[in-house]
């Protein structure tokens, strides 16, 4: 059974920063494209960040220059560091996982099957 677990959120004031966590279980983590999402309440769960099997990174322009994916195949654990954060950075944070992810489309939430059960972050101003 695949399994995935977010830790890490938490409250920060803007400008503060955050390390979100993602550990894997029960799956095959190194070949696999891995995100983040983040969903705010009455919004859409929309991609945030993305990193391939190779390591190649994609990220939405509300995010760039401020938030770092990485993964370590090692420890099956997926990583979203979060700096500069604003109050918009508001929302529930989600892991996702598919083997089979196009590159062009990794920010898409449809091309995930696996998901974590998220983690709150809460940026006050």
């Known amino acids: 059974q695949v399994q995935l677990v977010e830790s890490g959120g938490g409250s920060v004031q803007a400008g503060g920063s955050l390390r979100l966590s993602c550990a894997a279980f029960?799956?095959?983590?190194?070949?696999?494209?891995m995100g983040w999402f983040r969903q705010a309440p009455g919004d859409e769960r929309v991609g945030v960040a993305a990193?391939?099997?190779?390591?190649?990174?994609t990220y939405a322009d509300s995010v760039k220059g401020r938030f770092t994916i990485s993964r370590d195949n090692a420890k099956n654990t997926l990583y979203l560091q979060m700096n500069s954060l604003k109050p918009e950075d508001t929302a529930m944070y989600y892991c996702?996982?598919?083997?089979?992810?196009?590159?062009?489309?990794?920010?898409?939430?449809?091309?995930?099957?696996?998901w974590g059960q998220g983690t709150q972050v809460t940026v006050s101003a």
């Open positions: 029960g799956y095959i983590y190194s070949s696999n494209c």
């Open positions: 990193i391939d099997s190779e390591g190649s990174t």
């Open positions: 996702a996982a598919d083997p089979n992810v196009s590159p062009s489309s990794s920010l898409r939430r449809r091309e995930y099957a696996y």
